[in-house]
């Protein structure tokens, strides 16, 4: 089966792709009929006398390293094929474009591979024939080999685009080609990166992916191209993970490791490789900076998430670890519009990352008379709606499978579950009449903590639409309980429920049960007792949410799926008849 990617041509997608980065940052320039990418300003650049920098590699590596040409990064970037070195007459193209007329030279960073190293080497000769002035550094951290045995070396991994963002800054600073070479070197023997990966990428056009890992399997020490790790293991946890990657890449016994001790200070970047998605980076963050300062204890004054340099769409990730010193800070903090470049939010005059505290709270406005709280009925008042919360958790929790399976026609099933969530914390809350949590003989305090529970405890939009009712209710419960108050606050909350959740009568939801129950009991009050009238009224809910079935959706979940599914009542308007009718039971026995 063909890879799926959104392309028009696959012989062009490389062009195209960087066709795009130049239409959206005006800022950089794409050289006619080639794949090198420069700065706007580079002739500006050139009359300050300022070494240029120039990388470049295979596609396939975006936001690298096209990504990174603008001001305090690179001068330029030249892009091959698919992870595919570029030629060498498209490189010589980019060094003629920066170098030519600027006597403060060029520096030339390339990834140990042997493509690259030959094609960037082979074009920096060229350029010094033509009497350019240009160096070369080979970049090469990667720390997954294990063997001692002669290899084609460290391959170059995301710490490239650290020592890019370093040399850039020096390279704006004004510092001479020796200086920024002196420093890249440096760099370089000071930094380690390891990998991994979940699942392969596939290059576009081809037939599937370029490599497997099995579901339950992990890839240990890949290179960007897909080349194989140092090993296999099983799928682990984002903690477990960060753990083995960092204890192979400091291990003593590999070959390639990076040394480390106890107060060290270092820079991390903890980068994607393509199909990973945020939520998952943040807590690969989250468990890396704890690992490198609690069980390694490193200071790790640099930080630096995010999506770097990819193997096109490879769900994976690598870390990279970079000594530190006063230099290296200075020109990772310096600015730069590079477009790839994604640096961390720091607190105003912080310079180093410190993990920060969690802030607290701030606490809700406590009440303090009897006004604040809200009107109070009798001790056995209080006892009957004691002997109403428990009827309606009673009953709504033995609807629970009923409920779910409503839910299976129009949303994920969970509806009977989410409720069964508010119910039991009510119910703990509840406890027993002597000992009870809730405020029983404040109907107003009463509805407000049945608001906090509910939205605290069931989430998602249910515990948000309930949440609003009890809390518009409760506004109309503070200076007197009785029949037309309780009324009053059915109105109120109904009506938070429309402003802020947006649906109406008709539209195949709670409240078509709600609104039916509530019209009843308000036609009926006047008219007759407040518990004949609440009895019609019940009648009226139910009937409301059995009307359901036959109603086209309008709102919530439901109005995604076609009308042709929709053959049972609303869920949410069932809720609202259980526990109209668990209130009437209770009513009835007092």
């Given at each position: 089966?063909?890879?799926?990617?959104?392309?028009?041509?696959?012989?062009?997608?490389?062009?195209?792709?960087?066709?795009?980065?130049?239409?959206?940052?005006?800022?950089?320039?794409?050289?006619?009929?080639?794949?090198?990418?420069?700065?706007?300003?580079?002739?500006?650049?050139?009359?300050?006398?300022?070494?240029?920098?120039?990388?470049?590699?295979?596609?396939?590596?975006?936001?690298?390293?096209?990504?990174?040409?603008?001001?305090?990064?690179?001068?330029?970037?030249?892009?091959?094929?698919?992870?595919?070195?570029?030629?060498?007459?498209?490189?010589?193209?980019?060094?003629?474009?920066?170098?030519?007329?600027?006597?403060?030279?060029?520096?030339?960073?390339?990834?140990?591979?042997?493509?690259?190293?030959?094609?960037?080497?082979?074009?920096?000769?060229?350029?010094?024939?033509?009497?350019?002035?240009?160096?070369?550094?080979?970049?090469?951290?990667?720390?997954?080999?294990?063997?001692?045995?002669?290899?084609?070396?460290?391959?170059?991994?995301?710490?490239?685009?650290?020592?890019?963002?370093?040399?850039?800054?020096?390279?704006?600073?004004?510092?001479?080609?020796?200086?920024?070479?002196?420093?890249?070197?440096?760099?370089?023997?000071?930094?380690?990166?390891?990998?991994?990966?979940?699942?392969?990428?596939?290059?576009?056009?081809?037939?599937?992916?370029?490599?497997?890992?099995?579901?339950?399997?992990?890839?240990?020490?890949?290179?960007?191209?897909?080349?194989?790790?140092?090993?296999?293991?099983?799928?682990?946890?984002?903690?477990?993970?960060?753990?083995?990657?960092?204890?192979?890449?400091?291990?003593?016994?590999?070959?390639?490791?990076?040394?480390?001790?106890?107060?060290?200070?270092?820079?991390?970047?903890?980068?994607?490789?393509?199909?990973?998605?945020?939520?998952?980076?943040?807590?690969?963050?989250?468990?890396?900076?704890?690992?490198?300062?609690?069980?390694?204890?490193?200071?790790?004054?640099?930080?630096?998430?995010?999506?770097?340099?990819?193997?096109?769409?490879?769900?994976?990730?690598?870390?990279?670890?970079?000594?530190?010193?006063?230099?290296?800070a200075r020109c990772l903090d310096a600015q730069t519009n590079a477009?790839?470049?994604?640096?961390?939010?720091?607190?105003?005059?912080q310079m180093d990352r410190k993990t920060p505290p969690t802030m607290?709270?701030?606490?809700?406005?406590?009440?303090?008379?009897?006004?604040?709280?809200?009107?109070?009925?009798?001790?056995?008042?209080?006892?009957?709606?004691?002997?109403?919360?428990?009827?309606?958790?009673?009953?709504?929790?033995?609807?629970?499978?009923?409920?779910?399976?409503?839910?299976?026609?129009?949303?994920?099933?969970?509806?009977?579950?989410?409720?069964?969530?508010?119910?039991?914390?009510?119910?703990?809350?509840?406890?027993?009449?002597?000992?009870?949590?809730?405020?029983?003989?404040?109907?107003?305090?009463?509805?407000?903590?049945?608001?906090?529970?509910?939205?605290?405890?069931?989430?998602?939009?249910?515990?948000?639409?309930?949440?609003?009712?009890?809390?518009?209710?409760?506004?109309?419960?503070q200076k007197e309980v009785s029949p037309q108050a309780w009324l009053?606050?059915?109105?109120?909350?109904?009506?938070?429920?429309?402003?802020?959740?947006?649906?109406?009568?008709?539209?195949?939801?709670?409240?078509?049960?709600?609104?039916?129950?509530?019209?009843?009991?308000?036609?009926?009050?006047?008219?007759?007792?407040?518990?004949?009238?609440?009895?019609?009224?019940?009648?009226?809910?139910?009937?409301?949410?059995?009307?359901?079935?036959?109603?086209?959706?309008?709102?919530?979940?439901?109005?995604?799926?076609?009308?042709?599914?929709?053959?049972?009542?609303?869920?949410?308007?069932?809720?609202?008849?259980?526990?109209?009718?668990?209130?009437?039971?209770?009513?009835?026995?007092?």
């Amino acid at each position: 089966m063909a890879s799926k990617k959104l392309l028009n041509d696959v012989e062009r997608c490389v062009d195209e792709n960087l066709e795009g980065l130049v239409a959206v940052n005006p800022g950089l320039r794409l050289i006619e009929g080639t794949r090198v990418v420069v700065r706007a300003d580079i002739e500006d650049m050139k009359k300050e006398g300022k070494v240029a920098v120039l990388c470049g590699g295979g596609s396939g590596h975006e936001p690298g390293h096209a990504g990174y040409v603008g001001r305090g990064m690179l001068s330029c970037a030249v892009a091959g094929a698919i992870f595919a070195s570029p030629p060498p007459d498209a490189i010589l193209t980019g060094l003629r474009t920066i170098t030519k007329d600027n006597p403060a030279g060029t520096l030339v960073i390339v990834k140990n591979y042997t493509g690259d190293r030959i094609n960037f080497g082979l074009s920096s000769e060229r350029a010094k024939a033509e009497g350019m002035k240009c160096d070369m550094i080979v970049v090469g951290e990667d720390c997954a080999l294990t063997s001692h045995d002669k290899t084609a070396g460290r391959r170059g991994l995301a710490g490239t685009i650290l020592l890019q963002k370093i040399a850039g800054a020096l390279a704006e600073e004004g510092k001479s080609l020796e200086e920024i070479t002196e420093q890249a070197q440096l760099v370089n023997k000071s930094m380690g990166t390891i990998g991994l990966a979940l699942k392969p990428c596939s290059t576009p056009g081809s037939t599937g992916a370029l490599f497997t890992v099995p579901d339950d399997e992990m890839e240990l020490g890949l290179g960007l191209h897909g080349e194989a790790g140092v090993k296999r293991i099983k799928l682990l946890t984002s903690k477990d993970a960060v753990k083995v990657m960092i204890d192979h890449m400091t291990n003593p016994e590999n070959p390639t490791h990076l040394p480390v001790k106890k107060g060290d200070r270092v820079a991390c970047m903890i980068n994607n490789l393509g199909g990973m998605s945020v939520l998952e980076m943040n807590i690969i963050a989250k468990d890396t900076l704890q690992y490198l300062e609690g069980t390694l204890g490193l200071q790790v004054d640099r930080a630096y998430c995010g999506t770097y340099v990819t193997s096109l769409e490879m769900a994976g990730i690598s870390i990279t670890i970079l000594h530190l010193n006063d230099t290296f800070a200075r020109c990772l903090d310096a600015q730069t519009n590079a477009p790839g470049w994604q640096a961390p939010v720091l607190a105003p005059g912080q310079m180093d990352r410190k993990t920060p505290p969690t802030m607290k709270p701030v606490p809700p406005p406590s009440s303090t008379t009897k006004e604040d709280k809200g009107a109070t009925v009798s001790k056995e008042e209080g006892s009957l709606l004691y002997t109403i919360l428990q009827k309606v958790c009673s009953r709504l929790q033995e609807n629970v499978e009923l409920l779910n399976n409503l839910d299976m026609e129009s949303g994920d099933g969970d509806t009977g579950n989410t409720v069964s969530r508010g119910t039991l914390a009510i119910m703990e809350k509840l406890g027993s009449l002597e000992q009870t949590g809730l405020p029983l003989t404040c109907p107003a305090q009463l509805s407000m903590e049945l608001a906090h529970i509910v939205e605290k405890v069931m989430g998602g939009s249910s515990g948000g639409v309930y949440s609003l009712f009890f809390t518009g209710a409760a506004s109309e419960l503070q200076k007197e309980v009785s029949p037309q108050a309780w009324l009053k606050a059915m109105n109120t909350g109904i009506a938070a429920i429309q402003r802020y959740g947006g649906a109406e009568p008709g539209d195949r939801t709670m409240l078509d049960a709600l609104c039916a129950a509530r019209n009843c009991y308000r036609d009926n009050l006047p008219n007759m007792a407040p518990l004949e009238a609440f009895a019609l009224a019940v009648k009226a809910g139910e009937e409301g949410a059995e009307s359901t079935k036959s109603m086209k959706a309008h709102a919530g979940r439901a109005s995604y799926v076609h009308a042709d599914r929709l053959t049972k009542p609303d869920p949410g308007a069932v809720v609202v008849a259980i526990w109209l009718k668990a209130i009437l039971e209770a009513l009835q026995s007092k």
